[in-house]
């Protein structure tokens, strides 16, 4: 079911955040997208990118904590990408804190006076954690299935035993 969301999710992210940053682009050149037209479309985009990661991460994960949730999402991406997402993270809310400065938070209020700043680093931020977070969960499931006790049943998250066997669970078997 994960991969059957995530995989498109993460193209819509991507997406979207190439789109983010080019508004941010666009943003330095003095560009305002005073049609609302491009504001709309891009949250819409961050809604759908939004509910996919909550779901994601509220998914097969009950008797987990949220931050031992996200903390284990994060350690199942490859480094490059915890890297990535961090310094994007960064970029979008240096954005969105320009533009809130800059032009105050009264004219981002409404749709036609809207900072492309703001909305492009809004976008990053989101998008950017997003696919972090779709693809960790993704890679997080992956090594979970693979956690065995030493006879070959396989162990649930968080479990110290094996639901079958009740035999220990070895601490290389578990990413907690």
């Not at 696919?131 to 299935?145: F, R, T, W």
């Not at 693979?146 to 669970?169: T, V």
Request: hydrophobic share 50%.
């Amino acid at each position: 079911m994960l991969r059957l969301v995530g995989y498109p999710t993460i193209v819509v992210s991507s997406v979207g955040l190439v789109a983010s940053l080019l508004i941010i682009l666009a943003a330095f050149t003095g560009w305002r997208d005073s049609g609302a037209v491009v504001s709309i479309a891009m949250s819409l985009i961050i809604a759908i990118s939004m509910l996919v990661m909550i779901l994601v991460m509220n998914s097969g994960f009950e008797n987990l904590s949220q931050r031992q949730v996200m903390k284990l999402v994060q350690e199942s991406c490859p480094k490059w990408m915890q890297v990535g997402g961090k310094g994007l993270l960064l970029l979008g809310v240096l954005a969105f804190l320009g533009a809130a400065i800059e032009n105050g938070m009264a004219e981002a209020s409404d749709f036609e006076g809207f900072p492309a700043l703001f909305l492009g680093g809004f976008g990053t931020v989101i998008h950017s954690q997003a696919i972090v977070s779709i693809y960790g969960a993704m890679q997080l499931q992956e090594n979970l299935a693979r956690s065995q006790c030493k006879f070959g049943h396989q162990i649930p998250l968080g479990a110290k035993f094996c639901p079958e066997c009740g035999e220990k669970a070895s601490p290389d078997s578990q990413p907690i």
